[in-house]
C-alpha cells in the first residue's frame, strides 16, 4: 500500500497524507506512477464510502518490484513532510511549501521533495535526502530549482554518515601529552556539483548542524603539557 505516486499530469508528487480530493480514482489512464519502479499505480479507497483510507496500489495488488527502494523513498518523505511542518511554524515564515523541481518519472533523481521556505522577502530551498543521486542528478535538480526559484539560497542537509563525504588522510595533534588522531573530509563529486553552483552543504549529527569544508580561526590557552609546535 503506497502512501505516494508521481502525478504525470501535474508533475509532481502526490502525498495522500494530504488530501486526495479532486483527483481521479482508479488507473485514470495510466496518470499515477510508482515513484520506485515507474508502473502505473491505482488509486484506491478515495470515494466517500470507501472501508479503507486512500492509498495507491500497484496492478493486481501486487508489491512493488522494488520494495527496498519504495520504503526508503517513503522514509525520506516523512522526513521532509515534518520538516516542512517545522518550519511553517516558525515565527516569520509567511509561507512553506514542498516541491520536486526538475522531477521527470522517466530521468528520476531519487531525491524527496524539497522544502521552500519563504522569510520576507527571503526564500530558501531546503533538501534533506537520505542519499545523494549522482552529479548528473544533482546538477539537474539545481538547474531546476535555479529556473523554478530564482535566486533563492538552495541548502542541503546531510545526515552525519560516513558514505557522505570523501575521507583524506588524518592528521596528529599532540593533546594532553597524547597523539589525537583527528578525521579530515573532502567533499564527493555531488557536494562539489552543489558548492560550484553557489548551494550549501551542511550535516545533521543529532540536533547538531555541523558546517563542513572550512575552519575557524581559535586560541588554545597555553598548558606545560602540552606542544602546539606542529
Same mark, same amino acid.
Given at each position: 500500500?503506497?502512501?505516494?505516486?508521481?502525478?504525470?499530469?501535474?508533475?509532481?508528487?502526490?502525498?495522500?497524507?494530504?488530501?486526495?480530493?479532486?483527483?481521479?480514482?482508479?488507473?485514470?489512464?495510466?496518470r499515477?506512477?510508482?515513484?520506485?519502479?515507474?508502473?502505473?499505480?491505482?488509486?484506491? =479507497?478515495?470515494?466517500?464510502?470507501?472501508k479503507?483510507?486512500?492509498h495507491?496500489?500497484h %496492478?493486481? /495488488?501486487?508489491?512493488?518490484r522494488?520494495?527496498?527502494?519504495?520504503?526508503?523513498?517513503?522514509?525520506?518523505?516523512?522526513?521532509?513532510? %515534518?520538516l516542512?511542518?517545522?518550519? &511553517?511554524?516558525?515565527?516569520?515564515? #509567511?509561507?512553506?511549501?514542498?516541491?520536486?523541481? /526538475?522531477?521527470?518519472? !522517466?530521468? @528520476?533523481? /531519487?531525491?524527496?521533495?524539497?522544502?521552500?521556505?519563504?522569510? =520576507?522577502? #527571503? #526564500?530558501?530551498?531546503?533538501?534533506?535526502?537520505? #542519499?545523494?543521486?549522482?552529479?548528473q542528478?544533482?546538477?539537474?535538480?539545481?538547474?531546476?530549482?535555479?529556473?523554478?526559484?530564482?535566486?533563492?539560497? !538552495?541548502?542541503?542537509?546531510?545526515?552525519?554518515d560516513?558514505?557522505?563525504?570523501? !575521507?583524506?588522510?588524518?592528521?596528529?595533534?599532540?593533546?594532553?601529552?597524547?597523539?589525537v588522531? !583527528? %578525521? &579530515?573530509?573532502?567533499?564527493?563529486? %555531488?557536494?562539489?556539483?552543489?558548492?560550484?553552483?553557489g548551494?550549501?552543504?551542511?550535516?545533521?549529527? =543529532?540536533?547538531?548542524?555541523?558546517v @563542513?569544508? /572550512?575552519?575557524?580561526?581559535f586560541?588554545?590557552?597555553? &598548558?606545560p603539557?602540552?606542544?602546539?609546535?606542529?
Amino acid at each position: 500500500m503506497g502512501r505516494s505516486a508521481w502525478d504525470t499530469e501535474t508533475k509532481r508528487i502526490i502525498h495522500v497524507e494530504a488530501g486526495v480530493e479532486g483527483l481521479p480514482i482508479g488507473m485514470a489512464g495510466g496518470r499515477y506512477l510508482c515513484r520506485s519502479c515507474r508502473d502505473p499505480l491505482i488509486l484506491k =479507497g478515495a470515494r466517500p464510502e470507501a472501508k479503507v483510507a486512500p492509498h495507491f496500489a500497484h %496492478q493486481g /495488488g501486487g508489491a512493488c518490484r522494488l520494495p527496498d527502494r519504495e520504503a526508503q523513498i517513503d522514509a525520506d518523505d516523512e522526513v521532509v513532510i %515534518q520538516l516542512c511542518d517545522q518550519i &511553517r511554524a516558525l515565527p516569520g515564515v #509567511t509561507g512553506c511549501t514542498l516541491a520536486s523541481p /526538475g522531477e521527470d518519472p !522517466h530521468r @528520476p533523481t /531519487g531525491l524527496p521533495p524539497v522544502v521552500v521556505a519563504q522569510c =520576507g522577502e #527571503t #526564500t530558501v530551498v531546503i533538501e534533506r535526502p537520505g #542519499t545523494l543521486p549522482g552529479p548528473q542528478a544533482v546538477r539537474r535538480r539545481i538547474r531546476a530549482v535555479r529556473e523554478a526559484h530564482g535566486g533563492a539560497a !538552495h541548502v542541503w542537509f546531510l545526515r552525519r554518515d560516513p558514505a557522505q563525504f570523501g !575521507h583524506l588522510p588524518s592528521h596528529t595533534v599532540r593533546l594532553g601529552g597524547r597523539d589525537v588522531e !583527528h %578525521q &579530515r573530509v573532502a567533499p564527493t563529486e %555531488q557536494q562539489q556539483a552543489i558548492l560550484d553552483a553557489g548551494g550549501h552543504v551542511y550535516w545533521l549529527d =543529532g540536533k547538531l548542524v555541523l558546517v @563542513p569544508y /572550512g575552519y575557524h580561526a581559535f586560541r588554545h590557552p597555553a &598548558r606545560p603539557e602540552r606542544d602546539w609546535t606542529n
